[in-house]
């Protein structure tokens, strides 16, 4: 298992070979007709290796636009972001998807699965479009899903599984390729308290394991659960620092009712 | 991603709309199955035709009494009085193009057979009619060059008079009357069927010597017609020109001046025929693929909801690392698996529908592998075609836009 959450090689451009997100001064503007918005203006930013890092703020606040230009759907209007040394903004659409593919993994709020198809189908997609041979694209993913704890619910379709197990089956499929960082927006926006805590103990033993994570959102209960805290508004970074009183997700999972009760 | 993978993600995507995928099929089924369906029957009739004229004889030439036009009046075929059996003798001497030669002349008459009567045509000619017609024998054989030497009361039925005046009997030495003198039957010829140019039943025919008819039945010494055989197929163009050129010298007939008889190409016909047939095959096929380009609109529409009812999925899948080209493709590929599908049961419908109607008109069934080749080929390039500007448009959405799609 630990073969899944340890990162990639580093390249040896890199001169700090810890830094894996590396972001200088990047601006987003979006022309709407005759007005322009400025989404992010001006932000710099590094994240090491096995971080496990919280972006916050209100909507609006640029944490989105953020989101999506590390997650490489989007790029920079100005300004660079180095991905494991890797220039991004200047890369191609295909370029940017086999990025996507191989070095990003993403959790989504809504889960995004594809319906009428079991769940180790879903986590498998990511491997057809990596190129890599159809036993190997299974076995990953059978064993991406034991990871997540749900071994044994390889054949259930989405509609079949809980909120909770749903998105576990969406990390399993962002761990499927063995990316460098896992981007997760909002994964907790749909879910439960206690499923969101659960959804937490996989994102901190993932990052026990080495794993860069890189998590969305606007609750801070749910921050509390990375360890750093970034903080957006207006579109630049406010604050930036580390959590304190960081609690660990299974010891209180241990102290929350459980759904019988 | 492979092919194979592909066309299963395709084929599961078409299986989960059944209701639709059937209705959107169906339109490629109806063009490819009435192209199929027309093609053959069109090729059927081509055949037919073929078939036909061949049974008339091959490289047959008819040299028919024309028309004339006596004070303002214009009479009929076979009007004329001047074609002669010495026209006759000398086509078979001057015209090199040509290899037999059968004299005739035609009268209407009742034949009797014990009790049962029939009317027909009473026919005179010489035994080499049978050869230049191409025309066996059933049963017996012809009447002989001595039989019209001594202009014998002989004669040869077609299978419409057998069965009409003999029925179980067997005919062969019998005597039957034809205008009441006594002609002894000594050939049956087997059954020709109608005829392509005049529809009308070739069997129904009776044959006796040429100087028999003329001496004890009609008592002209003129001919209706000379059937002419030319040594192969080409030369019977030049046969008709030499017989034309011939006949006018003989006939007297100044520049300018109307044939006083006709000569009939049957190459002529049978090409005639044939560029009819094809024309028709064409007319039909044509026809038949606007239905074919109907339903591919109907393939482009859905594909087009499609697109817009899937637009998370295709977010989803760009997210994840879908290049355009992968979903693309993979819309590219459902949309020529929905029109393959639908070729593939057309070209069975297709096949069946034109078995069907060769077997209603008694045609010969021919589904042309021309036509299955074109079918698949073209149901396969309306998927292409139609299916482009969607999966396009699929390849198009931006992943950031597509996520957010409810």
Known sequence: ????????????????????????????????????????????????????????GASGSGKSTFMNIVGCLDKPTSGRYLLEGIEVSSLSKNELAAIRNRKIGFVFQGFNLLSRTTALENVELPTLYAHVSKEEGRKRAQDALQLVGLGDRTLHFPSQLSGGQQQRVAIARALVNRPAILLADEPTGNLDSRTSVEVMEVFQ?????????????????????????????????????????RPVAAEVLKNLPTLED | MDLVAIIRIAMRALARN???????????????????AMVSVG??????????????????????????????????????????YDDMLAILRECPAVKEAAPGSQASAQVVFGNDNWATRVNGSEPQYFDIRSWPFQEGSSFTQSDVDMAANVAVIGETVRKNLFGATDPIGETVRINNLPFKVVGVLAPKGTSAAMGDDQDDIILVPITTLQKKITGQDWLRWIMVSAVSRQASYTAQQQITSLLRDRHRIRSGQDD????????????LADQQARLFTVLLASIASISLIVGGIGIMNIMLVSVTERTREIGIRMAIGATEGDVQQQFLIEAVVLSLL??????????????????????????????????????MAVGIFFGFYPARKAAGLDPIEALRYE
């Open chain 1, 1 to 56: 298992m630990a073969t899944i959450s340890q990162p990639a090689t580093d390249t040896p451009l890199e001169r700090d070979q810890r830094t894996i997100i590396q972001i200088d001064d990047v601006h987003k503007y979006y022309d709407l007709g005759e007005t322009r918005v400025h989404a992010l203006r001006g932000v710099s930013l590094r994240i090491a290796r096995g971080e496990f890092v919280a972006i916050m």
């Open chain 1, 205 to 245: 033993k993932l990052n026990d394991g080495g794993l860069t994570v890189v998590l969305v959102t606007h609750e801070s209960d749910i921050s509390q659960f990375a360890k750093r805290g970034i903080h957006f508004l207006d579109g630049k970074i406010r604050r930036d620092e580390p959590v304190q009183n």
């Open chain 2, 18 to 36: 059944k209701l639709r995928s059937s209705l959107t099929m169906l339109g490629i089924i109806i063009g490819v199955g009435a192209v199929i």
């Open chain 2, 43 to 84: 090729q059927g009739a081509q055949e037919q035709a073929q078939q036909q004229i061949a049974a008339m004889g091959s490289n047959m030439l008819f040299v028919g009494a024309g028309t004339v036009t006596r004070g303002g009046m214009h009479m009929g075929w076979g009007a004329t009085k001047t074609l002669v």
């Open chain 2, 260 to 271: 006083d008889f006709m000569v009939r190409n049957l190459a002529d016909m049978a090409d």
């Open chain 2, 342 to 379: 639908g070729g593939a049961i057309g070209i069975t419908l297709g096949m069946g529908a034109s078995y069907m109607i060769t077997q209603t008109l008694g045609w010969p069934v021919l589904v042309s592998p021309t036509a299955i080749v074109a079918a698949v080929v073209f149901s």
